[in-house]
């Protein structure tokens, strides 16, 4: 177990090993998401060792993945974000922004694929293709909101990054009042206070 954990890390220390590492996980998810203990456990600690080093090294994209991945693997009715929980990744506002805007920015880079040069559009399409973006955005950012509870940020943190984002996209006023809604409520008194990330 202890040389199986030393290759894990040795291949983590490296993006390109963090990516092929990554690459491996969703390709176990498709066949498998229910795992028995031992493997679910191996996994988190693996996972664990990979944030580590993302986090060290400001690799946003591979971090991003293995977020996405914790909400999916089980065993026993435990989830993998609950067994990582606890990582400080999690606490960096810088984090959950750049992983965000990541985000954003591939799903618009595979829509715009798909469709003509901006410069060749219509007016029509060029208006058709800005709600298609304002409802990704939407899309995305409630998936964000959701995680953010998941890891229990503070609700003061959520509510800064939700309407900085919100502010960003020019969402609709109705967008914005869904996204409020499913967001915890900022107690009253409490200042958002400055973080400290090895992102920042």
């Given at each position: 177990?202890?040389?199986?954990?030393?290759?894990?890390?040795?291949?983590?220390?490296?993006?390109?090993?963090?990516?092929?590492?990554?690459?491996?996980?969703?390709?176990?998810?498709?066949?498998?998401?229910?795992?028995?203990?031992?493997?679910?456990?191996?996994?988190?600690?693996?996972?664990?060792?990979?944030?580590?080093?993302?986090?060290?090294?400001?690799?946003?994209?591979?971090?991003?993945?293995?977020?996405?991945?914790?909400?999916?693997?089980?065993?026993?009715?435990?989830?993998?974000?609950?067994?990582?929980?606890?990582?400080?990744?999690?606490?960096?506002?810088?984090?959950?922004?750049a992983a965000f805007l990541h985000s954003v920015h591939t799903e618009r880079k595979l829509r715009c694929s798909n469709n003509s040069c901006y410069s060749k559009q219509s007016w029509a399409q060029r208006e058709e293709a800005a709600e298609v973006?304002?409802?990704?955005?939407?899309?995305?950012?409630?998936?964000?909101?959701?995680?953010?509870?998941?890891?229990?940020?503070?609700?003061?943190?959520?509510?800064?990054?939700?309407?900085?984002?919100?502010?960003?996209?020019?969402?609709?006023?109705?967008?914005?009042?869904?996204?409020?809604?499913?967001?915890?409520?900022?107690?009253?008194?409490?200042?958002?206070?400055?973080?400290?990330?090895?992102?920042?």
């Amino acid at each position: 177990k202890q040389w199986y954990q030393r290759r894990v890390r040795e291949m983590c220390v490296l993006e390109c090993g963090r990516k092929e590492f990554s690459r491996n996980v969703t390709t176990m998810r498709v066949s498998q998401m229910e795992l028995s203990e031992v493997v679910f456990m191996r996994l988190a600690a693996n996972c664990a060792t990979l944030l580590h080093l993302a986090y060290q090294d400001d690799d946003i994209e591979n971090a991003k993945v293995l977020m996405i991945l914790a909400f999916t693997f089980q065993s026993e009715g435990r989830f993998l974000y609950q067994e990582l929980s606890s990582h400080p990744i999690w606490q960096s506002m810088r984090f959950w922004k750049a992983a965000f805007l990541h985000s954003v920015h591939t799903e618009r880079k595979l829509r715009c694929s798909n469709n003509s040069c901006y410069s060749k559009q219509s007016w029509a399409q060029r208006e058709e293709a800005a709600e298609v973006q304002r409802n990704t955005f939407f899309g995305q950012l409630s998936s964000f909101i959701s995680n953010m509870i998941a890891f229990e940020l503070p609700s003061e943190s959520i509510a800064e990054f939700r309407e900085k984002m919100c502010q960003m996209a020019d969402l609709d006023k109705e967008q914005v009042e869904m996204l409020r809604q499913m967001s915890p409520p900022v107690p009253e008194g409490e200042e958002e206070g400055e973080e400290e990330s090895s992102f920042s």
